[in-house]
């Protein structure tokens, strides 16, 4: 009798850490920039345009933290202290940060209702991006490797994408549009046994720990399991709510947009408390 009491004393032990369960995963995020001017262009030099090449890669160097629990998680940009505005440089080229909360987008996902709330913004107005998780068609298998302490496997998924170039030659935009595959690469561990991952990544049998697909590259580096200060995962409310489909068809005018004010060569501000200038 005693035996048996205490095997249920432990499994209820067990189930009750299960649903206590919480973690903080710390990424760090990449992107290939494919910002080009083109060769011999009026006023765009070469040491311009390296050093745009250069502030848009470390732009795009950013922290994000995921916090999560069994069934919903909540990732956001780690919060930073302001810093002073850059002044304009002999090279020509200005990439300023004219303030904002610093704090980016929130991506709430609720894993049992299979649904996301992405509160984010563009060009200083706040959205709320309401809809349902994708589905991943992940090929899974048996290759491995380690992250860390973490033994990770190997999964793919694949897709037919748009890929959209813009040129800028004398003041003059040109867009071009071609169709590619892309081949999204993720590495998950059984470790933590959670359908999670980074942005809207998840569909695994455990925590993603890397996502590369061929321009973005985002690596986990740390993780921390049951913290000792208390995760409380809250869904954002704030913000004008729409659909992905619609928030990427006003993301789309908007960066039409900004487009045409590179034309006049006076700057654009391109959100998140960026402004770009080219030229004296």
């Not at 509160?119 to 309401?130: A, N, R």
């Not at 359908?195 to 809207?200: A, D, L, R, T, Y």
């Amino acid at each position: 009798m005693k035996t048996t009491t205490t095997i249920l004393a432990l499994l209820l032990a067990t189930v009750i850490n299960a649903q206590n369960f919480t973690g903080k995963a710390t990424y760090k995020t990449s992107r290939k920039s494919n910002v080009k001017y083109g060769e011999n262009q009026e006023g765009i030099t070469d040491k311009m345009q390296e050093e745009l090449q250069k502030r848009l890669q470390k732009m795009n160097q950013k922290t994000f933290i995921l916090e999560f629990d069994k069934t919903s998680s909540v990732y956001k940009e780690e919060e930073k202290l302001k810093t002073p505005n850059p002044k304009a440089n002999r090279t020509g080229v200005v990439v300023m940060n004219l303030g904002g909360s610093g704090k980016g987008s929130t991506y709430y996902k609720n894993l049992k209702e299979k649904r996301f709330a992405n509160q984010t913004e563009i060009m200083g107005k706040v959205f709320l991006v309401k809809d349902a998780l994708p589905v991943y068609d992940w090929k899974m298998t048996t290759e491995t490797k380690n992250i860390g302490q973490y033994t990770c496997y190997k999964a793919t998924y694949t897709e037919e994408v748009e890929n959209k170039k813009i040129s800028f030659i004398n003041g003059e935009t040109k867009e071009t549009v071609t169709k590619a595959t892309k081949v999204t690469t993720a590495w998950y561990t059984l470790q933590v046994p959670i359908s999670n991952g980074p942005k809207n990544y998840q569909g695994l049998p455990g925590l993603i720990l890397e996502i590369n697909d061929g321009k973005n590259l985002i690596v986990c580096t740390e993780i921390v399991l049951n913290p000792t200060e208390i995760i409380k995962i809250q869904e954002p409310e704030k913000g004008k709510v729409v659909t992905q489909k619609k928030f990427d068809e006003i993301q789309k005018q908007k960066t039409k947009e900004m487009m045409e004010k590179f034309k006049s060569r006076n700057g654009v501000d391109i959100g998140g408390g960026i402004n770009i200038k080219m030229g004296g």
